[in-house]
């Protein structure tokens, strides 16, 4: 379908090379039962037809959209030079910018290390700042006047907070790369500070909210939220946890976000789940169709079912935080409940401390328990009992 004024559509052209450079049908040219061109695909190739002044009808074609014009006819070796020129001057780093600082961070061993979710979630935000500073000469880092250039960036997102956050982070850990490498002197993101506050204290997965929601899940998103529960993992790792990693009685895995091997003992209600579940794949988790899932069909299918449950405000990654607040809750000690979720102490002290333990009702009872079971050992509160009788013996003072 035409589009006019302008308006361009993606695509995959697939052109021909010697001898004639035409546009390929879709039934192959022969010549003396052979085909006479080979096939050449130009990905991204976007189309713009334009109704000009006069009533004639143009089409141009662009390396991409937004990119620069390609010359000649589709087909025509003019048009096949074009399309590498500006592809290849598109990916070669402006050398003293910070594109090329972008294009270092992306080749790092900080970069590569990074499991693959989380380099998709930085390529977003690396494009961002391409847009915005991959022309800044790498010596403007060095002017104090800078860092106000970025935060300014980063107010033009205020509207989304934790995109900016994001944002800023990222930019932020380039230039973190750049300084440790010594590219340049100075990070001028360092210690720039949050946008998007959130106070994680109530979002736990209570007994109530974890009814409403397992009441209308599919079995193959029920045993996703007990396996989350039960384990204290990320999405991403159960999402890619194979069933050789369960022997019968514990689960074995390696954390890709922090390469910590963990050994999780598999507790009752999770073991009748894997055990009554059909093995469509070598994943345990899959969708209704038995293929694994993807981490967008994945997400797509956790909103639907929240939204069917009526529950807005708890996240599929809280069932991570819940599981270290129900180990709390049942008596585990802070290393106890790392060795089980592979948190590192510090990280469970920050759960429970700030996120999600500040208040707690069952944990501030258990406390005043065990208070009074011990002063109930000791003689001064024998004393005050006494005291209390009006038997003359004085309070300790």
């Not at 750049?178 to 949050?194: H, L, M, S, W, Y």
């Amino acid at each position: 379908m035409a589009q006019y004024a302008g308006i361009g559509r993606q695509s995959t052209l697939h052109l021909t090379k010697p001898p004639d450079f035409r546009l390929r049908s879709s039934r192959p040219l022969l010549k003396n039962g052979k085909p006479d061109a080979m096939r050449v695909h130009l990905k991204g190739v976007n189309r713009s037809i334009v109704k000009l002044a006069s009533g004639e009808v143009k089409t141009y074609w662009y390396a991409w959209r937004g990119g620069p014009r390609l010359e000649g006819e589709p087909g025509s070796p003019e048009f096949v030079r074009s399309y590498s020129a500006a592809h290849a001057a598109r990916i070669q780093p402006r050398s003293g910018t910070v594109f090329t600082l972008i294009a270092e961070f992306k080749s790092s061993s900080e970069y590569q290390g990074l499991g693959p979710s989380t380099q998709r979630a930085y390529a977003a935000y690396l494009k961002l700042v391409e847009h915005e500073f991959g022309d800044m000469p790498i010596e403007a880092l060095s002017d104090p006047a800078v860092r106000g250039e970025f935060k300014s960036w980063r107010d033009t997102m205020m509207s989304t907070p934790r995109k900016a956050d994001y944002a800023w982070t990222t930019l932020a850990r380039v230039l973190s790369v750049a300084k440790d490498r010594g590219r340049i002197p100075v990070n001028p993101c360092e210690r720039g500070g949050r946008l998007y506050e959130v106070d994680r204290k109530d979002k736990i997965w209570g007994e109530a909210a974890l009814a409403k929601l397992l009441a209308v899940a599919s079995k193959e998103m029920e045993i996703a939220i007990v396996l989350a529960l039960w384990t204290g993992q990320h999405q991403g790792d159960l999402l890619l946890l194979p069933w050789s990693a369960y022997d019968g009685k514990r689960i074995q895995l390696r954390q890709s976000k922090t390469g910590r091997s963990v050994v999780i003992p598999v507790g009752g209600p999770l073991k009748k789940i894997l055990d009554r579940t059909d093995k469509r794949s070598t994943v345990m988790l899959t969708n209704s169709y038995g293929i694994p899932w993807t981490s967008d069909g994945f997400r797509t299918s956790w909103g639907k079912l929240r939204d069917k449950a009526g529950i807005r405000d708890l996240t599929f990654h809280d069932l991570r935080g819940s599981a270290v607040v129900r180990l709390a809750l049942a008596g585990a000690s802070v290393p106890e409940i790392a060795t089980f979720t592979g948190h590192s102490l510090a990280d469970v002290e920050a759960i429970l401390d700030r996120h999600y333990l500040g208040r707690d009702v069952k944990l501030a009872e258990s406390a005043v328990r065990k208070l009074e079971r011990n002063e109930k050992r000791t003689k001064s509160t024998k004393r005050l009992q006494n005291a209390s009788k009006g038997d003359g013996v004085d309070p300790p003072k």
